[in-house]
């Protein structure tokens, strides 16, 4: 595929992948977007959407949306909409105060220097100025008093600091460069808006990475987003959804990174003369392709929620715990090797006498080194129905291995390690319409390593579906993965006659 698309028109993608925001009768966004455009800011159709949907308002008068959230590539055109919102708070909403922080000071004093040159641009506007603060890290605006504000409204651009927006009671707070926010800083200001009856917090960012940056309140957020229940939020994302570690070859079900429909979903600016398919084009042959995908796809590294079990909770896998489980032949084995190959791990699956299915962590060991004679040894003791491992995985490196020494494997498809995933849980978490006689269908011998995979486990989207999320975890999941991978392979292998095991792991 050509890197400029010269026979098609590629234009940025209006509607975000990710976007939610609560259903409001009314929105004040489109007065937002006019005052901006009487101020020279001239909007582009997707930063008009993200402000029409953020500024919904209820009945009563409050905002629909207390928390606003916006992750898109950079150099699209965020800011403006920071602007603009800033601008109807001033001079539109009657907002006593406005904070506004980024991580670098310098990004806020841009911003401050931008907002009141539109000020300065419109006489209407400019009237109404009471005074300005220019000083380095005071910069700020005050206006006169109004009938709407006595006071008079003013706007404050504050470094980021654990000492942020403290003394303070803000009708609105703005979090830039949200893929750098410390939670020291969110507790810092989050009280800011604890006593204004009608406030709202917005998030902004390009996509964030848990290795270059402390992001865990805009994993937080998004989260949030991504769940059933996202309350008063509204969240907007311009994403890809690329290959992962699960893929083979060939894969059609995500998004090709050198495809310029793949950038125009990402970047919603591409066409309007800030972004261009040529300059995307550019960044793409010279960027590395972690961080293209960050920095021109939104695809983020995301840490895991502290706290763990977001997925499996701790009671429901620990009611699946038997000491004394034991497996009926035939059994199923399964391969998993961590992302840096630090570390692999041996799973077993096998049905119980009871009917149940059990799960076992055979073995955990550092390295790999270790494994196909481990493997080839249980296959001389328990002629296993079958041995799985993900080719498109890190443990694919070990394939060729595996059939030297003659070992024939199994290996699921992208769709196949969905389903995999899925069927675990659905073994293990009772679901909201279960009857009263409802109980897990496996069984699994309590193991350190595979504790802790499930504690700090997390999901990404695969397709419609989902799998274990190896690169957004700080903790091996090879366990958990191997475990998955096994009651899978015996589900898909398994025959109906079965002898009793011993235990001998």
């Known amino acids: 595929m050509t890197a400029v698309a010269e026979d098609r028109l590629v234009m940025g993608a209006r509607e975000p992948r990710i976007c939610v925001y609560p259903a409001a009768g009314r929105s004040a966004g489109r007065l937002a977007v006019d005052l901006a455009f009487r101020a020279g800011l001239r909007l582009d159709p997707w930063q008009s959407l993200v402000l029409e949907r953020s500024l919904g308002v209820e009945p009563d008068g409050r905002w629909s949306a207390f928390e606003a959230g916006l992750i898109v590539a950079r150099q699209n055109g965020k800011s403006a909409i920071f602007e603009a919102r800033m601008l109807a708070g001033l001079f539109l909403f009657g907002e006593e105060l406005i904070l506004y922080s980024a991580h670098e000071f310098k990004t806020a004093g841009e911003i401050f220097r931008r907002v009141l040159a539109l000020i300065e641009g419109t006489p209407d506007l400019r009237k109404r100025v009471k005074s300005v603060a220019r000083s380095k890290g005071e910069e700020g605006i005050e206006l006169l008093p109004s009938p709407q504000c006595p006071r008079g409204q003013r706007l404050r651009f504050v470094a980021r600091s654990t000492n942020s927006g403290r003394g303070f009671s803000a009708d609105c707070t703005i979090w830039d460069e949200c893929q750098n926010l410390p939670d020291a800083s969110v507790d810092a200001m989050m009280p800011t808006l604890l006593a204004r009856p009608n406030a709202q917090l917005w998030y902004g960012g390009s996509a964030p990475d848990k290795d270059l940056a402390p992001c865990e309140q805009i994993t937080r957020v998004r989260r949030r987003a991504l769940g059933d229940e996202p309350g008063r939020l509204a969240f907007f994302e311009w994403s890809a959804e690329l ?12 998004d090709d990174p050198a495809d310029p429909m793949t950038w ?44 763990g079990w977001d997925v499996i909770s701790e009671a429901a896998w620990d009611a699946t715990a038997d000491a004394g489980s034991e497996a009926l032949d035939p059994v199923a084995f399964a391969v998993d090797v961590t992302p840096d190959r630090s570390a692999a791990s041996i799973a077993v699956a ?44 890190p443990a694919g490196s070990l394939v060729a291995d595996f059939e030297a020494a003659g070992i024939e494997l199994l290996t699921p498809r992208a769709r196949d390690a969905a389903a995999a995933c899925g069927a675990l849980y659905d073994a293990v978490v009772r679901p909201a319409e279960a009857d009263e006689d409802w109980c897990p269908a496996v069984r699994h011998v309590p193991h350190p390593g595979l504790s802790s995979a499930l504690a700090g486990a997390a999901r990404r989207p695969l397709g419609d579906a989902w799998a274990w999320d190896r690169r957004g975890v700080s903790v091996d999941i090879s366990p958990l993965v191997a475990v998955t991978l096994a009651r899978w392979a015996h589900v898909s292998s398994a025959t109906v006659e079965y002898d009793v095991l011993e235990s001998v792991w």
């Not at 003369?273 to 695809?299: D, I, N, Y």
């Open 350 to 393: 096998g049905r119980r006498a009871d009917g149940l299915l059990h799960l076992e962590v055979v073995d955990h060991r550092p390295g790999t080194r270790w494994v196909v004679e481990r493997v080839k040894t249980l296959i001389e003791r328990w002629s296993p129905c079958a041995v799985a491992l993900d080719a498109g995985s």
């Open 264 to 307: 125009a979903a990402c970047n919603p600016a591409l066409g309007s003369g800030r972004v261009t398919v040529e300059g995307v084009a550019k960044m793409h042959a010279s960027m590395s392709p972690r961080g293209f995908a960050r920095e021109l796809l939104s695809v983020g590294n995301y840490p895991s929620e502290s706290g």
């Open 243 to 254: 290959c992962t570690d699960l893929c083979g070859s060939g894969c059609s079900a995500h």
